[in-house]
């Protein structure tokens, strides 16, 4: 079995524009996320997939010429479907991949490993990062998810368990991506539901969750 480690970045983010290369804690998102696919060490390949000149340029300074695809525009400019976003991952030998977030800061290459290491001697289809919460969860018809006896509704550290997909991470198989369109069956351990720290799960879509990410970081990490 072969297994590599991606990430990819682009441009052309809506909600907060920019946001790979905003200076962030002395250095910019991209950079931390660059940075830490070098430092990965259980993989038999890493890669980082990018399309602007800028994001280029800062591959350039970590990784090796093999490690770094150029991402066609389509690629780059899509939010679906996946086998577009990825359609580069066609021509790359491989049967697992562990896509990683590049606005995960605060995502150790030490919990990567770990979690890769974890997945090759689980021998599971797919594996994807959450955290677990305990409290009480409404739908968008404000209807209970969980704990739905109000007798129950007492002490939230009680509540039945819900887990939180984080997107910090997720692995899956090259064949099922292409064949499918999809990372995952969505049935028991398909995705195996991988818990990581809450810290780590931190992700960056807007500008308030950056404040959030670059203030955590600067506490703990720099």
């Known amino acids: 079995m072969k297994y590599i480690a ?8 809506t909600r907060l524009k920019n946001k ?8 910019s998102l991209a950079e931390i996320a660059i940075k830490k ?4 060490k259980n993989f038999d390949n890493i890669y980082y997939a990018v399309n602007d000149n800028q994001l280029i340029d800062l591959c350039k300074k970590y990784l090796s010429n093999s490690s770094i695809i150029i991402r066609d525009k389509h690629s780059s400019n ?8 990825h359609n580069y991952l066609k021509d790359i030998d491989f049967n ?18 770990t979690a890769i290491d974890f997945f090759k001697k689980n021998n599971f289809n797919a594996m994807t990062a959450v955290i677990k919460k305990k409290t009480w969860y409404y739908d968008d018809n404000k209807l209970p998810i969980n704990d ?3 007798r129950k509704q007492i002490l939230t550290q009680d509540s039945s ?15 099922h991506l292409f064949t499918t369109d999809t990372y995952w069956n969505n049935k028991l351990n398909d995705p195996y539901l991988y818990e990581i720290d809450p810290i780590e799960s931190l992700d960056v879509d807007t500008l308030n969750e ?13």
């Open 96 to 113: 697992y991949c562990m896509w990683i977030n590049s606005c995960h800061a605060l995502l150790k290459p030490e919990t990567i490993d």
């Open 161 to 175: 368990v819900v887990y939180e997909v984080v997107h910090a991470f997720h692995i899956f198989n090259k064949n």
């Open 78 to 85: 899509a939010n679906s479907p996946i086998t577009l976003i």
């Open 20 to 27: 790979l290369l905003l200076p962030y804690a002395e250095t």
């Open 6 to 13: 991606l990430g990819n970045g682009r441009l052309s983010s």
């Open 148 to 150: 739905k006896d109000p």
């Open 210 to 222: 950056f404040t959030i990410s670059e203030t955590v970081y600067k506490k703990l990490i720099k």
């Open 37 to 40: 696919i070098s430092n990965l």
